[in-house]
């Protein structure tokens, strides 16, 4: 039966779409444009609000089931500047290039391909990392690889996006909305989420590196600093 009921949402929602797209285009072909758009504007209104109405039959006031959030940009962002990072834990170990250099380098390195797969995070990620850090800092020390690593998995590297995101969460769980946190991200994002005191927000996390498939296709996915 729900299986059906999404199913006829999604139909109805295409059906709903192109209604409006269809009445816009009459629109613009008629004889007096202002009329004909303001026609349009009325109708659209209509197939917006019968929408609604269907919606609202189905599910109440909830009009989605669940939310899914990403982490890195959306949830957490990095305090500092990730260069500025590799350059001041690297200096001890002789790293000598700029925070313009380590980032341009960085960039280069996250860009290229990484073996036969898309998926760059599997379990906690340290081979790909530690490529990462060795070609932007020019460094392959493992007790700064190790440093750095381990730094990106405290409360002290990041923060959370909006202060106040545990009110807005709170308030959409109340509504009856599932919360579930879905990233590209290696083993570490569990316990950043502990660390931020956040992860009780979310009745999910499903992260790339767990399952070993891509959470966003290639070209949406959001690139971090975790190393």
Known sequence: MEAARAKLTRVLSRIFINNVNDKAQRAMRSGSSFDGLAKYSTSAAAVVKDYEDYRKSLYGDITHKALLVDAVGTLVAPSQPMAQIYRQMGEKYGVEYSEDEILRRYRW???QPWGR???????????????IVSSSTGC????????LYNYYTTEKAWHLCDPDAEKVFEAIK?????????????????????ALNCDHWFDVVAVSAEVRKSCTPPHQTHTHTLS
């Not at 898309?118 to 990392?129: A, C």
Request: net charge positive; hydrophobic share 35%.
């Open 109 to 111: 390195a996250y860009g």
């Open 117 to 131: 797969s898309r998926l760059r995070y599997v379990n906690d990620g340290r081979p790909f990392w530690q490529y």
């Open 140 to 147: 392959s020390d493992t007790q700064y690889f190790e440093e």
């Open 174 to 194: 109340k509504a009856g909305v599932k919360l579930a946190v879905v990233s590209n991200f290696d083993t570490r994002l569990r316990p950043l989420l502990r």
